[in-house]
């Protein structure tokens, strides 16, 4: 049976989203049984991309509009960038219909021989280290109860619980949850506040709060919901600075290895203090990001889009006029990669977009060099970028 390339990626699109024809089901048999190397091909595609997710995902996404959007943010703030290629919005859909495919079709529309090699995501994977200095791996879908002297301590649906026990006696004691990278893992902490952990971060905290502040230690990247309590403010201590909340919403990003830390805020109100200059504070509300120069230690306020800070916690990378380096920096930390540039003008490329946190980076991989003129070679878990 002679099926062109085109046809047969609509077939198989519409097979895996359960929603082919009659005919088309005919179709699809007589191509599977042509070849083994068919069958082969088939199998990867539907196994790798959830094509049902991702269509629900995207298929309200107004991609005219966005685009002029991204247009008109870009002659406004970013006149004097250098940009060769502009990844819009449009390459969500892209990757939608042909993301999935693409790393199976050559340029020449021919079914390529091999598949490259997977580069599997993270997962939900963290180490808990109780206040006797016990460590517990945690993994997903793992359930298991564990004590200390102030709280009772449950893992359970990828999340730790801790629970204040009656009537104990105040003791101070500290647990610490880290993530390696491509990690992430979620707690509650026992006054109800919950905390979503990125990959290569740490929290520091009190199995119950005591006196008349609520202290937690970050390093990394977190997501909190705070749990209101007028009468005992929330405190987030990063290395550089302090994150004063009632109860809010916010996202702190304060990795050491890069030069800006920024707390973006939901909802609610949060005040920064500079570590080192106690008597600097900046007020934000939602909707604005506090960018934190380690070098200067200036402090700036900017308006920003808060979905693009906190896509991770649902599953999502999203990117607004990132540069490459920026990308892959994130990318380094969820796929445990190693990435290295030809040249500045490379780290310097733009990219703007959402994308599900896949499990093959391949197909991220591909889309970006099928829409701008990069060169991306994998070997292993090394990663080189070239024009």
């Not at 046809?7 to 005919?23: N, Q, R, W, Y």
């Not at 959007?69 to 940009?83: G, S």
């Not at 005591?210 to 230690?217: A, F």
């Not at 979905?307 to 990318?331: C, H, P, Y």
Request: hydrophobic share 40%.
């Amino acid at each position: 049976m002679n099926v062109d390339n085109e046809k047969i990626k609509s077939i198989i699109v519409k097979s895996v989203l359960g929603t082919l024809t009659e005919e088309e089901n005919f179709v699809l048999e007589g191509w599977l049984q042509e070849n083994d190397r068919n069958k082969v091909l088939y199998q990867k595609l539907s196994s790798a991309v959830e094509l049902k997710y991702k269509y629900e995902q995207y298929e309200g996404v107004d991609v005219a509009e966005a685009f002029r959007r991204n247009q008109r943010r870009l002659r406004q703030d970013v006149p004097n960038r250098m940009m060769k290629k502009l990844l819009p919005y449009a390459a969500t859909v892209l990757l939608l219909f042909s993301g999935a495919f693409c790393f199976l079709m050559n340029r020449s529309g021919e079914v390529r021989e091999e598949v490259p090699v997977a580069l599997s995501a993270g997962g939900k994977y963290a180490e808990l280290i109780l206040a006797n200095g016990q460590k517990v791996d945690l993994h997903e879908g793992m359930e298991i109860k564990l004590r200390e002297r102030n709280s009772n301590i449950q893992v359970k649906g990828n999340v730790v619980y801790y629970h204040k026990k009656k009537d104990s006696v105040m003791v101070e004691e500290y647990n610490m949850i880290r993530t390696p990278l491509g990690g992430e893992f979620s707690l509650t902490l026992a006054d109800g506040t919950k905390v979503w952990l990125n990959a290569m971060s740490e929290l520091r905290y009190p199995v119950a709060f005591g006196g008349d502040t609520r202290e937690v230690e970050l390093k990394g990247e977190a997501y909190f919901e705070v749990k209101k309590n007028e009468a005992k403010p929330f405190i987030v201590k990063t290395d550089e600075f302090n994150v004063r909340v009632l109860g809010t919403s916010f996202n702190i990003s304060a990795y050491s290895d890069f030069p800006l830390a920024h707390t973006t805020l939901c909802s609610g109100h949060v005040r920064l203090s500079d570590r080192m200059n106690p008597g600097k504070e900046v007020d934000i509300l939602p909707g604005e990001q506090l960018l934190f120069h380690r070098d200067s230690r200036e402090m700036n306020v900017q308006e920003v889009d808060v979905d693009v800070f906190v896509s991770w916690r649902d599953g999502s990378f999203q990117f607004d006029n990132n540069t490459v380096e920026e990308v892959f920096t994130i990318l380094q930390r969820w796929y445990n990669i190693q990435v290295f540039y030809a040249n500045v003008e490379v780290r310097q490329e733009l990219f703007t977009g959402k994308l599900p946190r896949f499990d093959n980076l391949q197909i991220i991989i591909d889309l970006i060099e099928r829409v701008s003129d990069l060169k991306i070679e994998v070997r292993g878990k090394m990663i080189y970028i070239d024009k």
